[in-house]
């Protein structure tokens, strides 16, 4: 079957070729009549633009580059559903970069994106201080936003979850629920989540005793340190272990569980992120819930203001950095222990509840 063409569209509608690319490129305005009788005919012709003609005539690919540090972490599939979402509803698609958790691989993918003429990139950074050359380096070029993690003030516009106001959630719902020995597991590196979380452990954990501070143990972003981090905290005898993100917190339940440790009776468990796993964890997971929706419609919107500007020739204004308000999730694995026999179920709490 032949392409149609838009002569094929004009001789349909009775249009000319110009007033058809005008109404379906939206370049100009035109009667509502003609748009009508315009988009009826493509339709029913059932024309498809070329984006490849459309995009060396605007010299815009209509995609974004998408650079994440790792696909197999559950939480960013989450975050990567909103993005493309978010980006859709503009009319924008996305191309999709796994890096594997390693700086080197980030910037080759971040130059390979580039070389494929992305429009902008959205990115994940791996490593605060590592990724920092590479992104700088891309934000010199199109328009780029940070998103979940940071790379330092001043390289991007970035959006991030407030890290530090969902430990303090954290840490007041363990003093709330009677918990006065907490221990903190966490990653090692520079990823602004991970440095971010163990500061906020660090600056409040003291008010719940003056040597919680110093109980932290560094590892990765993982199931399997969760598990082995388990074996370096109990014979400090902490009642509370405050995970950095749920993948941490599942693998200490787990090995909780073949220890034969009570949780919560013993020790109470938290996480950071609320992905699905937290919920049918056993006990399910109090976690803090990233604003995942929020996030990624905040970073299409920086996104979209910033080629809007391109676009116009405006020059680029300051750097915008934002942060969303988390929600804390209170579950099973944190319950008081007078109630930890009866409350196996799972509840959103607010202050007020706590």
């Known amino acids: 079957m032949a392409e149609v063409t838009l002569k094929d569209v004009a001789r349909a509608s009775g249009c000319s070729v110009a007033t058809v690319s005008r109404v379906l490129g939206g370049t100009r305005p035109?009667?509502?009549?003609?748009?009508r009788r315009v988009k009826e005919a493509a339709?029913?012709?059932?024309?498809?633009?070329?984006?490849?003609?459309?995009?060396?005539?605007?010299?815009?690919?209509?995609?974004?580059?998408?650079?994440?540090?790792?696909?197999?972490?559950?939480?960013?599939?989450?975050?990567?559903?909103?993005?493309e979402h978010a980006l859709h509803a503009?009319?924008?698609?996305?191309?999709?970069?796994?890096?594997?958790?390693?700086?080197?691989t980030e910037a080759a993918r971040i130059t390979a994106l580039l070389d494929r003429q992305v429009d902008a990139l959205l990115v994940i950074p791996v490593d605060e201080t590592h990724s920092r050359e590479a992104v700088a380096m891309a934000a010199a070029h199109v328009p780029l936003v940070l998103l979940d993690r940071g790379c330092g003030p001043g390289v991007?516009?970035?959006?991030?979850?407030?890290?530090?106001?969902?430990?303090?959630?954290?840490?007041?719902?363990?003093?709330a629920t009677g918990r006065r020995?907490?221990?903190?597991?966490?990653a090692a590196g520079t990823a602004s989540a991970a440095v971010e979380r163990l500061?906020?452990?660090?600056?409040?954990?003291?008010?719940?005793?003056?040597?919680?501070?110093?109980?932290?143990?560094?590892?990765?972003f993982s199931l399997e340190w969760g598990r082995a981090a388990v074996?370096?905290?109990?014979?400090?005898?902490?009642?509370?272990?405050?995970?950095?993100?749920?993948l941490i917190a599942v693998g200490a339940l787990r090995r909780l569980r073949q220890l034969g440790v009570d949780v919560p009776g013993e020790i109470a468990v938290t996480g950071f992120d609320d992905v699905p796993v937290a919920d049918l964890a056993e006990p399910p997971?109090?976690?803090?819930?990233?604003?995942?929706?929020?996030?990624?419609?905040?970073?299409?919107?920086?996104?979209?203001?910033?080629?809007?500007?391109?676009?116009?020739?405006?020059?680029?204004?300051p750097r915008r950095s934002v942060r969303l308000a988390p929600e804390l999730v209170v579950r099973a694995s944190s319950a008081p222990r007078a109630a930890s026999a009866q409350d196996t179920g799972s509840t959103r709490t607010s202050e007020e509840n706590q």
């Open 90 to 104: 503009e009319g924008r698609a996305v191309l999709f970069a796994d890096c594997d958790d390693d700086p080197e």
């Open 231 to 246: 074996d370096r905290i109990l014979p400090s005898r902490p009642d509370a272990i405050v995970c950095a993100n749920d």
């Open 285 to 317: 997971l109090t976690t803090v819930r990233q604003p995942v929706r929020a996030l990624a419609t905040e970073a299409a919107h920086l996104l979209g203001h910033r080629l809007a500007g391109q676009q116009n020739g405006q020059p680029d204004g």
């Open 30 to 35: 035109v009667g509502p009549e003609i748009a």
């Open 156 to 175: 991007a516009d970035s959006v991030a979850t407030d890290n530090t106001a969902g430990m303090a959630l954290v840490l007041d719902h363990l003093a």
């Open 181 to 186: 020995r907490p221990c903190f597991v966490g």
């Open 43 to 83: 339709d029913r012709l059932g024309y498809r633009p070329n984006q490849v003609a459309r995009a060396l005539r605007s010299r815009a690919t209509g995609t974004i580059g998408l650079v994440l540090p790792q696909i197999t972490n559950p939480f960013f599939p989450s975050l990567v559903r909103e993005v």
């Open 199 to 220: 500061a906020a452990y660090k600056a409040g954990a003291g008010a719940l005793d003056a040597e919680a501070p110093g109980r932290v143990e560094l590892g990765d």
